[in-house]
């Protein structure tokens, strides 16, 4: 079983990622996780890291290019895979792709809807990557997210990027309500009162839609 954990720079997707393992283990299932992009795994994810950091980056300026590199670090890394596993967790897939490239479509006033066809077809037919089980959307609001990135890393280009995260997140929703790439369940991060769920609430709320037939 493949599960991708999405949403927005500082949505909650490691910590979430940690917890299901952690209820999985428990379950006497055999775990690996990933994390994309993959920043120290050359050479496509230490270019990504690069192109991000960079102050200017002729990567970067082109939205279709960084695309193929996010695309190409997840097939390095599937088509590298020794690991015997029944659940594979991934702190992004596919989706991540489709949904920035095309918040910065939108950005830039252009039309999203045909990259977001081609990621498809690049990532699942071109390079057959396997379409997840089930994708997770933790729907992190960017005010939420941002307050929560403010103890990590310095910020990246994607994240200094006024509007992308909003953009990234309306995207997401869009894919989830297409069924985009397969079955997808969208969470909540805030509770009925307004306040922050916790990871573990979120997680039994997965394991509880993954029970069901």
Request: net charge negative; aromatic share 8%.
């Amino acid at each position: 079983m493949i599960i991708a954990v999405e949403g927005i720079d500082g949505a909650g997707k490691q910590t979430l990622v940690e917890a299901l393992t952690r209820h999985f283990e428990a379950a006497d299932e055999i775990v690996t996780t990933v994390a994309f992009p993959r920043y120290g795994a050359a050479p496509y994810g230490t270019a990504i890291g690069e192109a991000l950091k960079a102050d200017a980056s002729v990567l970067r300026s082109s939205i279709e290019a960084m695309s193929v590199m996010y695309a190409v670090d997840r097939w390095h890394w599937w088509n590298t895979l020794d690991e015997v596993y029944t659940v594979c967790l991934a702190d992004r897939w596919s989706a991540s792709n489709a949904a920035y490239g095309s918040a910065r479509m939108q950005l830039g006033k252009h039309e999203p809807n045909k990259f977001i066809d081609w990621i498809a077809d690049f990532e699942f037919n071109t390079l057959q990557l396997p379409r997840p089980d089930l994708t997770l959307l933790l729907a992190t609001r960017e005010q939420v997210a941002a307050s929560a990135r403010q103890s990590r890393a310095p910020e990246d280009a994607y994240e200094a990027t006024t509007g992308l995260q909003d953009s990234a997140l309306d995207t997401y929703e869009r894919l989830a309500d297409r069924s985009w790439g397969g079955r997808w369940l969208v969470l909540d991060a805030m509770n009925a009162q307004g306040e922050r769920r916790t990871t573990d609430d979120i997680a039994v709320e997965v394991l509880d839609a993954i029970s069901q037939p």
